[in-house]
């Protein structure tokens, strides 16, 4: 017996106008998973998150998450779902504990700002002002804000875009520790190491089309089997370790 998926998206589509940015795409996702959207700029990766985080109306197709249709109970779906916001969104000259208040009170939930805090290791920046923070601590705050009502699900679009390696290991480990506490994840990258690092699965979408879906191993294997070689040798490290072991900073010690 397969388990249920806490997402199913069928057949979603996508128009705008003439134009289809989402072509039919069809995909599950079960509970402790870290499945990723990958794909070329423009593939429909974010338009396909929005709609499932009922941001965005779909043109057609279907969506249930948690087995709610997002036709039927958006509102209930709202409540079970965490949703990163665009950074635009957190006001600047408030401290985290302050925001944090501000969306418990959205959300009245009973969360502790700062236990939330410690999850996303910034205790010691609870009176901090966002705009003071470093990319990477905003990425992890923004993380944080998506946990405030304790969700099945949490979207992350791009977390780690424009992070120095070390925040985005420390990203990983964040994101290893939410899954492992419980809550499904869905992401999109551009790093094609991050993804076969973090992923259970990925699904590959071109132009609104989804081209493929497995796990990262799976995939490799399968190219390989098809008889492709890489063209030069591969070196045992690459320039990113270099720099990981040249600098040489703990993971969480970003400032
Ligand atoms: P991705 O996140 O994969 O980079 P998006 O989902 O943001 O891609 O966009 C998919 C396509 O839909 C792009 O070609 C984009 O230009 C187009 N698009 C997104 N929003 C709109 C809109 N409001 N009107 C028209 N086209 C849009
Ligand atoms: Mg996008």
Not at 45 to 60: F, N, Y
Not at 158 to 181: F, H, V
Request: proline content about 4%; aromatic content about 8%.
């Amino acid at each position: 017996m397969s388990p249920k998926p806490v997402l199913s998206v069928q057949n979603l589509v996508k128009s705008y106008g003439s134009f289809t940015a989402v072509n039919g795409i069809s995909f599950d996702v079960f509970a402790g998973e870290i499945f990723g959207l990958l794909g070329p700029n423009g593939a429909g990766k974010s338009t396909t998150l929005e709609i499932i985080e009922t941001l965005k109306e779909k043109t057609s197709g279907e969506v249930w998450v948690n087995g709610m249709s997002i036709d039927k109970s958006p509102e209930d779906i709202k409540k079970i779902i965490g949703v990163q916001l665009q950074t635009a969104g957190f006001y600047p000259n408030l401290n985290l504990k302050e925001l944090i208040h501000l969306f418990i009170g959205l959300y009245q939930s009973e969360v502790d700002p700062l236990d939330l805090l410690r999850k996303v290791n910034l205790e010691d920046k609870a009176n901090s002002k966002y705009k003071q923070l470093s990319g990477g601590q905003k990425q992890r705050f923004s993380i944080a804000t998506t946990l405030i009502n304790k969700p099945a699900i949490i979207f992350l679009d791009e977390p780690t875009t424009g992070l120095d390696p070390q925040a985005r290991r420390n990203l990983w480990d964040l994101i290893k520790e939410i899954r492992d506490s419980g809550t499904t994840i869905i992401i999109t990258t551009h790093y094609m190491d991050e993804a076969e690092i973090l992923c259970d699965r990925v699904a590959i979408i071109d132009s609104g089309k989804m081209i493929a879906m497995d796990s990262p191993n799976q995939l490799i294997d399968e190219l390989v089997a098809s008889g492709f070689e890489k063209e030069k040798e591969v070196k045992k490290a690459n320039l990113e370790d270099v720099f990981i072991h040249r600098t040489g900073k703990a993971w969480r010690s970003e400032s």
